[in-house]
């Protein structure tokens, strides 16, 4: 067989492949003949309020020197270690603003960063393609550099996202740009599942952010530039349980629902989703309609405690808190007094769900606390 007929056969598979796929999106339309929204409007209930009161920035953490990138809550609720591209992690009280720790990174260009569960440890990634752990109890050397404890190293590609294991301070999954997820043993440092990679069912494309389930840490979701989020077990490591369609651009961020059977994403086509990891099915779409100018990418996002708030950060400075039966936009907290001036790059709710930290570009984190009537929803 010629290389023409070889390229003419591949071209036809491709198309069929196409066809094939194109039709199952419109089934799966047909027979989604409501969403979450929909049902809960005929049920006749309605949106969520928020006075001026209801959720007000009460702390501004200043000590970045760089855009923030990521930031992480300890489960005692009264910390956060945030990364920026100044190339070091910082320790935060959130009660007192103060910093706890300074660490100065091996490599500067930091994407992640993550506390361990017991609140002892926190771990970070970058270009570097390694993740590193720090002891926070370790002592600093004589030249005041905090000592790496334990370096993961075995990605090919950039370290996008870590998250530690829930109750585990012993493992943790990362994802990459080399569009595998990685189920690590940080008592070795070693590697106990590689997710994706050579397996058919893994992502084509970088992997951007993975969300552990914490009613059962052996499933996780990873969302990925391939326009996919997957469902994985880690006991299965050769193939996703699921994938997820939708976006129609790069998610870069997943999130799981507080019950654990559903989940969030986030996409560069502006749009959030909500899936049903048990159906399969797409349950609702959070989008607000933008004209024709550029839409902003969601970046980050986070659920309250009941699920019932959605909190996304987007990369023009806008963090929507979305009422997630309704679909409706109950406040921009991104136009209220002592909003960031930049990209909302990274965001997360304490564990208590008593207070939201948001992270931008324009070096600084801020608190924001639920005051007046407004009681944790």
């Known amino acids: 067989m010629s290389v023409a007929e070889l390229k003419e056969r591949h071209m036809a598979a491709t198309q069929t492949v196409n066809d094939l796929r194109e039709k199952l999106k419109q089934k799966r339309l047909q027979l989604l003949d409501t969403d979450v929204s929909g049902y809960a409007k005929t049920q006749g209930k309605t949106p969520v309020t ?6 007000v ?3 501004i953490l200043q000590g970045h020197t760089g855009k923030v990138y990521s930031l992480d809550w300890t489960p005692e609720k009264n910390r956060i270690v945030s990364a ?3 190339g070091r992690l910082i320790v935060w009280n959130a ?3 103060q910093k706890t720790h300074a660490i100065k990174l ?5 994407m992640t960063c993550a506390f361990s569960p017991s609140g002892q440890s926190v771990a970070c990634g970058g270009l ?8 926070l109890n370790s002592p600093i050397d004589k030249d005041g550099i905090h000592p790496v404890s334990r370096m993961l190293s075995g990605h090919k590609g950039y370290v996008s996202s870590c998250q530690y294991v829930p109750d585990e301070d012993t493992h943790l999954i990362t994802s990459s740009g080399d569009q595998t997820c990685v189920l690590w043993d940080i008592t070795t440092g070693l590697r106990t599942s590689v997710f994706g990679g050579e397996f058919q069912s893994g992502h084509t494309a970088d992997v951007l952010s993975v969300s552990i389930s914490s009613s059962n840490p052996r499933l996780f979701v990873s969302g990925s530039c391939d326009t996919t989020a997957r469902l994985w077990d880690t006991r299965v490591a050769s193939r996703a349980q699921r994938t997820f369609h939708g976006h129609e651009s790069d998610v870069n961020t997943v999130k799981f629902f507080p019950d654990g059977n559903r989940f969030g994403t986030g996409s560069d086509d502006g749009s959030c989703r909500l899936f049903d990891i048990r159906t399969g099915h797409q349950l609702q779409v959070y989008n607000q309609p933008h004209g024709d100018g550029d839409i902003p990418h969601v970046t980050s996002m986070a659920f309250s405690i009941s699920g019932r708030l959605l909190f996304v950060g987007y990369s023009n400075g806008d963090c929507y808190v979305w009422d997630t039966l309704l679909a409706k936009v109950v406040l921009n ?3 209220v007094q002592n909003s960031h001036e ?21 070096t600084n984190l801020k608190i924001w606390a639920f005051g007046g009537h407004r009681s944790v929803i």
Do not use: E, M
């Open 106 to 110: 091996p490599c500067a260009w930091v």
């Open 95 to 97: 009660l007192t603003s």
């Open 128 to 135: 570097d393609s390694a993740c590193s752990i720090f002891n």
């Open 50 to 55: 928020f006075g001026p009161t209801d959720l």
């Open 84 to 86: 920026s591209q100044d």
């Open 342 to 362: 930049g990209r909302i790059s990274c965001l997360g709710l304490s564990a208590d769900g008593s207070a939201l930290c948001t992270g931008s570009w324009d």
């Open 57 to 59: 920035c009460c702390r």
């Open 333 to 335: 907290l991104g136009s």
